[in-house]
Every structure is written in C-alpha cells, then in structure tokens.
C-alpha cells in the first residue's frame, strides 16, 4: 500500500518566504538563518562582512586538488599510432587524475590549456574524485544511484547543484594552473548556466588582475525554434593568464587588415594610414597653435593635441607629422612595420574560427561518417588560440 502523507505546510511556507524575500535564500536554495534575523531583528545579528565565493564542499574541493593519487599511465601499444614520430598523446583517465600525474613532470611547462568542461545544463555527469573504488561503490559515493536506479544527472532540484559543479572545477583548475608556463594563459570554454561562477572561481585561482578576456564565439549559424525565450547561437572562452607575462593578443595580419596602409609620399619608414592627432581627454596643456611651413596657423582641436607641444614639433622634424596640401590640419602617420599582428576581438564568428557544424563535419570525415563527440570544436577554433598570439 501506497505510504501517503498529508501536506507539508513548512515546505509551503518556505516558499512563499522565498517569493516574498528570495535575498534570505542561499544560491542552494536553503534558508539563511542569519539573514532572516536581520529582518526580524538587525541588533542581535554582530558579523563581519568581507567580500568573499563560498560554496558547499569548498574546502575539501582544494585539498582533494592537492592530494596525491596513487593512479598510474600506462602506455597503450595496440592502440598507439606512429608512436616514435608523433609528439602528440591522447590521455584517456579521469582528468583530476591525470593533471595530478602530468604535473610532476610538466610542471611550469605547458603554455596554453583549452578545456571544453561539461556545461552543467542539468545533463551533464559530475565527476566524483576518488579513483581506488570499484564500479558499484563508484556510483554510489558520486550519488549517481538511488534506490537501486541510475541517476546521471545534476538535476537543478538538487540543493547542491552549482556546488557539484563548482567542486569539480575549482579542484582541477588549482592543478591546472600548476601546468601553466609564467607566460601561459588557459582558455575554458563554458555557456550560460555557469559563466557567472566560471568568472568568480577564475578570478579566486588565477587572480583578477590575470583576466583577459571573455570571448563569444557564434557556434550556430541556424536560428532553434524550439528555444522558450532566446535562440542561443553564442558560447563564451573565458580567458586568464599564468601572470603578467603575457603583454598581448595578437591575430596574424591579413591583407584586408592592411587594405589602409599605401605610400603616397614615398615614405623610406614604408607604408603608413592616418591615425588621430586629437587627444581623448581635455587638458589645458595640450591646448596650443600650431604653425605650418607658409605661416598658417593650426587652431587645436577641443580636448587638444593627442601629444605636448615638444613632442609634436619633433614627430613633424621626423616626418612623422605631417601638413595636408592646404596646410589646415596634420596627419599623423601610423606605419605598417610597427604594427605587430592584429589586436583579437571579444566576438569570434564565420570561417576563421568555425561552428559546431563544422566540427561534425571533421569528426564524420575521420570516423566513417559517425559524430562520436556531442559537442564537438573546430579545429580553426583552437587554431585562434595557438600560444604564437599572444607575446610576453
């Protein structure tokens, strides 16, 4: 017979509090005691706030990232191809695992990491970090059966549901960065449901200062109808560096980006476009005339020169300046043999860098028409973070 319960009036009464006042609930979903004595009386709460990312299972997060495993990598004969030519290696393992084993050989060694990591869309399986377990007691311990059913899923009922997530990040992201060269920058490639968090815990272990960026990349060019409120066609590259190394970002330069650059004047510096000769920001120092070669006079513009008055006289001693035909403005010569590659921008979309489609497309080539991946990236995507784009 059916056990059936009468109505559970605290759950009810949980979530009308939470519709009226959902600041007193923690991101999990729970009750914050210490916030709802706030309201009812603010006296008899004495706390010191700071500015801080907490989650359930934090701590032990950070001390599983650093203790050792006794896993072992063993060398896969039957399956290697051309092992004596090829400096590539496919690692199969559980990653935690494996970044733990690589790091006492490549530690500070490796120069650019992109992770593709699961996207927690409520489908994705949470990795559990003990390794000297059997099958049965594996699933248990990560909470993947219940009542003798599988469960593979972080389900968003689940009070834990961005700390399952988050615990499975912040252990491998500590090793990783271990990996990275002082002049190496990670790329991790995450959607909505966890960009947010990404950010945070990024910003915690590679330090805010180390942020270079948050890339969209278009991964669709088909619009979904089956969307409830926005068709998603844009996934984000979160970007961080090791340290201060790293200086730029550069793409290759093509011919389009030099389409402005030409010699009229027949320049030895070499070919050259116009840049701004005016000054961002007002300052009365920059506010002076300036005289051309018959005599005019060149009024400054309403914020002034881009430069002080020394300087500009000396740029058009070097011709670096120089007068137009009329002699009513200056034209500062911006030279193509300075320019080194292109500043990358934070959109990335069309064939450069690729879709998901195209992705399929490379995996059918390669396995018998098969797409063996959910997910997968294209190779022109993870050309466009080849560690030769950014310099130290």
Excluded at 114 to 142: L, M, R
Excluded at 171 to 190: K, V
Excluded at 248 to 260: A, G, H, I, K, L
């Amino acid at each position: 017979m059916e056990n059936v319960q009468s109505h559970d009036w605290n759950k009810e009464r949980l979530e009308q509090l939470k519709q009226l006042m959902p600041d007193l609930f923690t991101n999990d979903g729970k009750l914050n005691v210490s916030e709802l004595k706030k309201v009812i009386d603010p006296k008899s709460v004495n706390e010191t706030e700071r500015y801080e990312f907490r989650w359930f299972g934090k701590s032990n997060a950070k001390r599983e990232a650093f203790t050792p495993t006794d896993a072992t990598l063993v060398y896969d004969e039957e399956r290697s191809v051309n092992p004596t030519e090829n400096e590539n290696l496919i690692i199969e393992g559980e990653n935690l695992a494996v970044l733990k084993l690589l790091s006492n050989s490549y530690r500070e060694q490796v120069k650019c990491i992109f992770i593709d990591p699961p996207y927690n869309t409520g489908k994705d399986f949470v990795y559990s970090d003990k390794f000297n377990q059997d099958k049965k007691e594996y699933w248990e311990d990560a909470e993947m059966t219940e009542n003798g059913f599988k469960i593979d899923t972080n389900a968003e009922t689940d009070g834990r549901y961005h700390s399952n997530w988050l615990n499975m990040m912040y252990s491998r992201l500590l090793i990783a960065r271990q990996l990275l060269r002082t002049d190496g920058a990670i790329f991790i490639a995450i959607d909505d449901n966890e960009v947010h968090h990404l950010r945070k815990l990024c910003d915690e272990v590679f330090g805010e200062d180390n942020f270079l960026g948050n890339i969209v990349w278009k991964h669709t060019e088909q619009s979904k109808n089956d969307e409830k409120y926005f068709s998603r066609q844009y996934n984000n590259i979160m970007v961080f560096r090791k340290s201060e190394a790293i200086e730029s970002f550069r793409f290759p330069r093509t011919e389009e980006d030099n389409v402005n650059y030409s010699n009229p004047d027949n320049d030895p510096e070499g070919e050259w476009r116009s840049g701004d000769t005016r000054s961002p920001n007002y300052r009365k120092t920059l506010l002076f005339d300036i005289n051309t070669p018959s005599g005019k006079t060149i009024a400054p513009p309403e914020n002034g020169w881009r430069w002080q008055e020394s300087e500009v006289l000396s740029k058009i001693e070097s011709k670096e300046i120089i007068f137009s035909d009329d002699e009513t403005r200056i034209i500062r010569k911006i030279y193509l043999k300075n320019q080194n590659g292109r500043v990358a921008e934070n959109i990335w979309q069309g064939g450069l860098f690729g879709t998901t489609r195209n992705a399929n497309t490379e995996i059918k080539s390669l396995f018998n028409d098969e797409v063996i991946f959910d997910t997968p990236k294209p190779t022109s995507l993870i050309k466009s973070i080849h560690p030769t784009n950014y310099t130290a």
